[in-house]
C-alpha cells in the first residue's frame, strides 16, 4: 500500500455534494482505503473569471493500486459525476479528481505527472492538504509548510461541516 493524495474539484451541479459523492467513490475503490480527507473549502475560479466559485478538498487514500490504475479510476468516478472534457482550458467541471502524490514517487509520463505540477502554487490545494498531513515532506526533499509559507492563504473559506 501507498499513500496518496488526491485533490477535488467541483464548480458546478451543486460542488460541495458532487465532492461528498466522489470521497464515497473513493472509499469503495478496490484494494484502497479512504484515510482521511480535509473540510471542503470555497474559492475563486483560478483561471478564467466568468465562472461559479469552486469548492476543493483533499483526501488521504492508500492504496495497492498502480499509478495509471488509479488514474483510471479517478476519471472513471469524473464521467460517472457527468464530467464532460471540454475544449475550453481552464473550464467549469463538476469534478476534477487530481492525483497530487503518490507516495515519495516522481512520475513523470504522458499521462500522469506526480507530483501535480501547479499544486505547489494553490492554496486551494496547500491549505486542505495541510489540514490533513501538516508534516507532510514532498519528494524534493521540502517540507509541505515551506509551500505553505510561499502561498497565501487568501480567498480561501473553509466552509462548515454539514450538519
Ligand atoms: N480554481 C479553483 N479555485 N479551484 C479549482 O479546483 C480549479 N481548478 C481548475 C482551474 C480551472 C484551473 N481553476 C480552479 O482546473
Redesign the pocket.
Given at each position: 500500500m501507498e499513500r496518496v493524495y488526491i485533490?477535488l474539484?467541483?464548480?458546478l451541479a451543486e460542488p460541495a455534494e458532487q465532492l461528498r459523492r466522489a470521497l464515497t467513490a473513493l472509499a469503495a475503490l478496490p484494494a484502497s482505503q479512504l484515510v482521511r480527507h480535509s473540510s471542503l473549502y470555497a474559492?475563486?475560479?483560478?483561471?478564467?473569471p466568468d465562472?461559479p466559485?469552486?469548492v476543493?478538498a483533499v483526501a488521504a487514500l492508500d492504496t495497492g493500486l498502480a499509478p495509471l490504475e488509479l488514474l483510471d479510476a479517478l476519471q472513471r468516478i469524473e464521467q460517472e459525476q457527468g464530467r464532460q472534457r471540454k475544449a475550453e482550458r481552464?473550464?467549469?467541471?463538476t469534478l476534477?479528481l487530481d492525483i497530487l502524490l503518490f507516495g515519495s514517487r516522481i512520475i513523470d509520463e504522458p499521462r500522469l505527472t506526480v507530483p501535480h505540477y501547479?499544486m505547489h502554487a494553490?492554496a486551494?490545494?496547500l491549505y486542505p492538504l495541510a489540514e490533513i498531513a501538516e508534516d507532510l515532506v514532498m519528494p524534493d526533499g521540502r517540507p509541505l509548510v515551506d509551500w505553505l509559507a510561499a502561498c497565501p492563504f487568501a480567498g480561501l473559506e473553509r466552509l462548515p461541516a454539514p450538519a
Open positions: 485533490g474539484g467541483s464548480n474559492s475563486a475560479p483560478l483561471g478564467p465562472q466559485r469552486y476543493n481552464w473550464g467549469p467541471r476534477d501547479h494553490r486551494f490545494v
